[in-house]
């Protein structure tokens, strides 16, 4: 029998409207009802995210899945805030479901910023420590109790076995328009690098949409919906989708990663940008997307090219 979790069918997401979000809001929090409810652009795929006035957001759960997070993040998005060298996002409220809407919802403080990009960062090898210094307090937090890997957060922290199926679906829908081979042999060095079993706080989602910016500076992390303790190669990834050749070694030296746990959070950037290139390859609305995807993976080839040179011997 295998051990490797079971992803289950898609979600099957809801759509969400400011109308409900206000009604909502008035039947269970009257005291909140005057305050204007707007849409948030680009709000995030598990989650409806709208401002609540000027200094509030709700969140409401897109699919049934993506609502299993909603007690984690209240239970344990306290206790993290108090230990983290930077804003993250704590609630406020706990919403109830109701006829119109089937889920458990939360209302938040809301968090400012802009979301980072390479040519918002002022300094790449300051974010770049910045964001270390932060995974590391993150993961010197007591992980006892945490949230194991599980269906409320798609298995984050546990094997990247759970992707290995949607790797060779990914590579047979590109077909030759990538090095499949050397695509594979990345993989199963991610697949063959050990984690050495001690649990560990992870945010599960360090991408750069949720990486606030200010003044072009590191200044909250946001979104904490697969969050939990296990193996924290997964908050590697950015070292390839964001950072800079120069910050991606000032991250890993800050955070000391060893090279087993180097390979498996190149495996999580590897899986992150297949899936990316796959499902947008024949999207001509997703052009931008699919060119920041291909950058990225030429980079995760190039740099694990480099690392996989032979030094020479110095001479006798």
């Keep these: 029998m295998s051990d490797v979790p079971d992803l289950g069918p898609l979600p099957q997401r809801i759509t969400v409207v400011a109308e409900q979000v206000r009604r909502l809001v008035a039947d269970q929090f009257p005291h909140l009802a005057d305050l204007p409810i707007e849409s948030v652009a680009n709000g995030g795929w598990d989650n409806w995210t709208f401002h609540l006035g000027p200094d509030l957001l709700v969140r409401l759960p897109s699919a049934a899945e993506y609502a299993l997070a909603v007690d984690k993040e209240h239970r344990w998005l306290p206790v993290l805030a108090a230990r983290l060298p930077l804003p993250i996002p704590t609630p406020v409220a706990r919403g109830k479901p109701d006829a119109g809407y089937p889920h458990p919802w939360s209302i938040y403080r809301w968090l400012s910023g802009e979301p980072a990009r390479r040519d918002r960062i002022a300094d790449p090898a300051r974010f770049a420590i910045d964001l270390a210094e932060f995974l590391a307090a993150l993961r ?27 790797v060779e679906q990914a590579l047979a829908r590109l ?8 695509v594979r042999e990345i993989w199963t060095t991610a697949l063959d690098a050990r984690w050495d079993g001690v649990d560990r706080w992870f945010h599960g989602d360090i991408a750069q949409g949720n990486l606030l910016l200010a003044d072009g500076q590191l200044a909250a992390v946001i979104d904490f919906g697969t969050c939990g303790v296990g193996d924290p190669a997964c908050d590697l990834a950015i070292a390839w989708t964001l950072l800079t050749a120069d910050g991606r070694q000032a991250f890993r030296a800050r955070l000391s990663v060893d090279e087993v746990t180097w390979a498996r959070g190149r495996g999580w950037a590897l899986w992150k940008t297949l899936v990316t290139c796959s499902s947008t390859f024949d999207a001509p609305e997703d052009a931008a997307e699919l060119a920041s995807a291909h950058r990225i993976l030429a980079e995760i080839l190039s740099e694990y090219a480099a690392s996989t040179v032979t030094k020479p011997r110095p001479q006798q």
């Design 175 to 182: 077909d030759d328009h990538v090095d499949a081979e050397l």
């Design 140 to 166: 010197a937090v007591d992980a006892a109790g945490g949230p194991q890997p599980g269906l409320h957060n798609w298995f984050r922290g546990g094997t990247l076995r759970t992707y290995d199926k949607i």
